[in-house]
């Protein structure tokens, strides 16, 4: 089951991503249906699946709806895109091949489902972990900075919640540098996020937006080092 679908979703990525340039995305959108490398596409993916499926005719099925669904969700995707923006059809886009993929592969090795399953304490601890590194800790230190303002900076200054999702993705690795006693790599991406930072800092007249940027850098790595080792002396006495 694992290799048959490893080899479908091979061919998608190969197909969607590999095989399928800008030019081609562009053209699809502006001639739809009309579109000549829309059937380019379909027809590529045909022979990905033939190739890595090595032409078995057990799987005729897959052979024959994997092209026809993607022609059609593709199809859809191409004609929704005034409807819904680019970030939102490209994941509709894929979740429904996907489904697909996943449907296919249940028909040729159908497993079980079970709906009872059992949270584990492991289980929950990561699931805290993670919650409170992407949500918890930024509301922590939201709090905290509230107390300085720099009216000097605006919001049209930067990327829309920007800041956010770079704090959030910073603990991550944080986090499982912790967890993999990689403390040289902290250290790392501290001084790689300082460089990026530089023209921030060097452009600060009296020390303001440089104090304020490494307590908030210092208090997000802090707290992330502080959850990843709360979590590795928690887990070992689970």
């Not at 986090?175 to 040289?184: G, I």
Request: glycine fraction near 4%; charged fraction near 15%; charge should be neutral.
């Amino acid at each position: 089951m694992i290799s048959f679908l490893l080899k479908i979703l091979v061919a998608h990525v190969l197909g969607d991503f590999v095989f399928q340039s800008d030019r081609w995305v562009q053209h699809k959108e502006s001639k739809k249906a009309k579109s000549k490398f829309l059937y380019i596409h379909i027809i590529i993916h045909t022979i990905l699946v033939l190739i890595l499926l090595q032409f078995n005719v057990d799987y005729w099925l897959a052979f024959l709806i994997l092209p026809i669904s993607h022609f059609v969700i593709d199809l859809f995707k191409i004609y929704l895109g005034k409807i819904l923006n680019s970030r939102l059809s490209f994941i509709v886009d894929q979740l429904a091949h996907l489904a697909v993929i996943l449907a296919i592969c249940a028909y040729y090795y159908p497993i079980m489902l079970s709906f009872e399953f059992q949270l584990s304490e492991t289980l929950l601890l990561f699931v805290l972990s993670i919650l409170l590194l992407t949500y918890g800790i930024a509301v922590f230190i939201k709090i905290i900075m509230s107390q300085w303002e720099l009216p000097e900076d605006s919001d049209q200054d930067s990327l829309s919640k920007a800041g956010k999702y770079i704090g959030i993705i910073e603990r991550l690795f944080v986090f499982a540098f912790v967890l993999m006693e990689e403390w040289q790599a902290i250290g790392f991406l501290i001084a790689a996020k300082s460089v990026f930072r530089f023209g921030d800092l060097s452009r600060a007249k009296d020390r303001k937006l440089t104090e304020y940027i490494l307590i908030g850098t210092l208090l997000s790595f802090g707290f992330a080092i502080l959850i990843g080792l709360l979590y590795q002396n928690l887990l070992n006495n689970l």
